[in-house]
């Protein structure tokens, strides 16, 4: 995209922003947008300091599920404000402080309250919250075999979080669709092992060992591929998936616990997914 520049003044020059972007992001006259000097050229966004919007939600019922699914899904969906009326003061202030970040709940009146955002982390966090949800991961797959598994709150936790980020198209994300898919599979990953631990059957075999030890190996090449952002790991990401987990795997299927299996080709097999959708990211930023 071309722009011409327009004198102005003695020494200034202007150019128009495209009104596609413009509406996108909401903008109007005498709005301000911070403009960085970056090696490639001038990045320009719009200021972090929007309009406030806010949503109010009625009769959600009494399913700990479908609370947690409407707060949820308006808090990645950008808005800075929740009003609901609920009877469970309790209920509504515990899945605020484990799967809201930065936001706090308030009661207003009877059976009504207002979450709100109060300390959210900066925006410009992203990357460093992605590399901590994937360091958390390898972390949980190391001590599946142990009776310990802790992180998938806070995974959730930051996975709302940088969706909410994308919602509210702050960033210059090139790729949002991806970025959301890519985040979905991690979050899978640590359901699928949080699930292992809660229903596994028996100590792991020296199959499931091995299992394990290739689940490893898989988080640890989609790791590297994000932090270099570089895509040469994830070659050898597909020969696992392809010629040891579903070999090993299947096979195991017939002779081993059949739960146990099921849920350790499930997160290898998420593992794999993410991949799709981080090849797109690294390619977008290339």
Same mark, same amino acid.
Do not use: C
């Given at each position: ?122 925006? !410009? ?5 992605? +590399? *901590?949800? &994937?360091?958390? /991961? @390898? #972390?949980?797959?190391?001590? $599946? ?55 596994? !059957? ?5 199959? +499931? *060992?091995? &299992?394990?030890? /290739? @689940? #490893?190996?898989?988080?640890? $090449? ?65």
């Amino acid at each position: 995209m071309r722009r011409k520049l327009i004198k102005q003044g003695k020494t200034g020059l202007t150019i128009y922003l495209p009104k596609k972007w413009v509406d996108e992001k909401e903008l109007n006259s005498e709005d301000e947008v911070d403009i960085e000097i970056t090696n490639e050229g001038l990045l320009i966004n719009p200021t972090t300091t929007k309009k406030r919007s806010e949503i109010t939600i009625q009769n959600p019922g009494d399913s700990e599920s479908m609370i947690r699914t409407v707060l949820v899904n308006a808090y990645r969906s950008g808005f800075d404000k929740i009003i609901i009326e609920h009877k469970n003061e309790k209920l509504i202030h515990s899945i605020v402080q484990k799967h809201l970040l930065g936001f706090e709940t308030f009661k207003q009146k009877n059976n009504e309250f207002s979450i709100e955002s109060v300390a959210e982390p900066s925006f !410009e966090e992203f990357d460093r919250l992605v +590399e *901590k949800i &994937l360091f958390i /991961l @390898i #972390d949980i797959i190391k001590e $599946l075999g142990n009776n310990n598994i802790v992180g998938i709150e806070q995974i959730q936790k930051y996975d709302n979080f940088l969706k909410r980020a994308i919602s509210k198209n702050i960033l210059t994300i090139k790729t949002p669709f991806q970025s959301w898919s890519f985040l979905s599979n991690l979050v899978q990953i640590g359901r699928q092992a949080h699930h292992l631990h809660k229903f596994k !059957e028996k100590e792991f075999s020296s199959k +499931e *060992k091995e &299992l394990i030890s /290739l @689940i #490893d190996k898989m988080i640890h $090449l989609v790791q590297k591929a994000y932090l270099k952002k570089n895509t040469d790991s994830l070659q050898e990401l597909h020969e696992v998936m392809n010629k040891e987990i579903y070999n090993i795997g299947f096979n195991a299927m017939k002779t081993e616990n059949p739960v146990n299996v099921h849920y350790l080709i499930t997160i290898a097999r998420n593992i794999y997914l993410s991949n799709s959708a981080l090849i797109a990211i690294i390619q977008s930023n290339t």
